[in-house]
């Protein structure tokens, strides 16, 4: 599968800073889902749950934000959020 950098930062740091192959999270106006290749955007996020797969499975984890922005750009994604905790 195709893979995508991902960052997803909060005021304490980085929380991830990888490769994925999936993101979902919850935006303002519905349900957001990205893959390698999304058409570049910008968007709020609600706060709520937030699921990464990785190409390597055992690292794919869940996490719940505390909302925030999502900036989706050719060379990669990126959640900046004022929190994010795993939840595994």
Avoid: Q, W
Wanted: charged share 20%.
């Amino acid at each position: 599968m195709n893979e995508f950098n991902l960052k997803i930062s909060t005021p304490e740091g980085d929380a991830y800073n990888g490769k994925a192959i999936f993101l979902s999270l919850r935006g303002t106006e519905g349900d957001l889902a990205i893959m390698a290749g999304h058409v570049p955007f910008i968007t709020t996020v609600k706060a709520g749950n937030c699921k990464v797969e990785t190409e390597n499975e055992s690292e794919s984890f869940f996490g719940t934000i505390s909302g925030g922005l999502l900036t989706v750009a050719k060379d990669g994604v990126t959640l900046i959020c004022g929190s994010f905790n795993r939840d595994n």
